[in-house]
Nanobody, 115 residues
Framework: QVQLVESGGGLVQPGGSLRLSCAAS????????MGWYRQAPGKQRELVAI???????NYADSVKGRFTISRDNAKNTVYLQMNSLKFEDTAVYLC?????????WGQGTQVTVSS
């Protein structure tokens, strides 16, 4: 089994920054994707950014140039550096671990952008 532990959410003013972390533990398969999704109240869950075990990244258009996803394979941890945060970035951010035939969601961490 795999466990995911997320951290780093919180309250930030517009234009500010936050860094989210998601640590995976357990039976980690070396070939996997780790990604961040978000869900705002009344909206569908959407992909924010994803990174493969080989380092290939993909971003939602709405966060390109502001957010950076990275990972430390030795620590089985994925990070999301969020800069220039906007009101519309407010959401619950969820980490997702995906490998062949298996996927797991984290519990989510709240990010609130407010003045």
């Amino acid at each position: 089994q795999v466990q995911l532990v997320e951290s780093g959410g919180g309250l930030v003013q517009p234009g500010g920054s936050l860094r989210l972390s998601c640590a995976a533990s357990g039976s980690i398969f070396r070939i996997n994707d780790m990604g961040w999704y978000r869900q705002a109240p009344g909206k569908q869950r959407e992909l924010v950014a994803i990174i493969s075990s080989g380092g290939t990244t993909n971003y939602a258009d709405s966060v390109k140039g502001r957010f950076t996803i990275s990972r430390d394979n030795a620590k089985n941890t994925v990070y999301l550096q969020m800069n220039s945060l906007k009101f519309e970035d407010t959401a619950v951010y969820l980490c997702k671990y995906t490998t062949i035939g298996y996927a797991l969601w984290g519990q989510g961490t709240q990010v609130t952008v407010s003045s």
